[in-house]
């Protein structure tokens, strides 16, 4: 079965840092896209942050500067590196795993992106 | 940045009804158009992918139509298991994803 779990959430002031993890079981970090994504309370979901298999890492506007994703491929386990934390970063945090469709149908292969395995999350908040 | 626009944001439904949950995005995406269910203290779920495309394990009440800048997810013969929030995302810009700000079905 295909498993993410993250943990590392917790209570933290203001400017403080914190790192998430994201243990994978059932599939190799090294060889997906993973992602980060956040829900604040009561609020829709925010994409933060992505690492694409071959090590390009992308990041929203929101945290870029602050955020740092990361991999451990021997521990197979995804990070995020929070730095200079505001009271706006508090949410539940989710990594998820990003899939893709091909469309051969097409002149040239289309390809169609989803995520389709995400983990329980785990909770931050920033407050003093 | 890509915005997407759900309707309505939150509706009332019986068991049985037909639901029809509506998302646009601000400039054309093709079918780079995914749907997904959250449940209250739940991640997410992925219920469509590629705007039409039933994923794996997913009831076929569900379903999803549209390209370009105006899709929809139908919900056919609503169940007590289907009451939850719904949310759309593109993935024209991937990783720049962006999601819609979510409809909650509730019962009625």
């Known amino acids: 079965e295909v498993q993410l779990v993250e943990s590392g959430g917790g209570l933290i002031q203001p400017g403080g840092s914190l790192t998430l993890s994201c243990t994978a079981s059932?599939?190799?970090?090294?060889?997906?896209?993973l992602n980060w994504v956040r829900q604040a309370p009561g609020r829709g979901l925010e994409w933060v942050s992505t690492i694409y298999s071959g090590g390009p890492t992308y990041y929203a506007d929101s945290v870029r500067g602050r955020f740092t994703i990361s991999r451990d491929n021997s521990k197979n386990t995804l990070y995020l590196q929070m730095n200079s934390l505001r009271a706006e970063d508090t949410a539940v945090y989710y990594c998820?795993?990003?899939?893709?469709?091909?469309?051969?149908?097409?002149?040239?292969?289309?390809?169609?992106?989803?995520?389709?395995?995400w983990g329980k999350g785990t909770t931050v908040t920033v407050s003093s | 940045d890509i915005q997407m626009t759900q309707s309505p944001p939150s509706l009332s439904a019986s068991v049985g009804d037909r639901v029809t949950i509506t998302c646009r995005a601000s400039q054309s995406i093709r079918r780079n158009l995914n749907w997904y269910q959250q449940k209250p203290g739940k991640a997410p779920k992925l219920l469509i992918y590629?705007?039409?495309n039933l994923q794996s394990g997913v009831p076929s009440r569900f379903s999803g139509s549209g390209s370009g800048t105006h899709f929809t997810l139908t919900i056919n013969s609503l169940r007590p298991e289907d009451f939850a929030t719904y949310f759309c995302?593109?993935?024209?810009?991937?990783?720049?994803?962006?999601f819609g700000q979510g409809t909650k079905v509730e019962i009625k």
């Open positions: 995302q593109q993935s024209h810009r991937t990783p720049e994803y962006s």
């Open positions: 059932g599939l190799t970090v090294s060889n997906n896209y």
């Open positions: 590629a705007a039409s």
């Open positions: 998820a795993r990003s899939t893709r469709h091909v469309d051969t149908t097409m002149v040239e292969y289309y390809y169609y992106y989803y995520m389709d395995v």
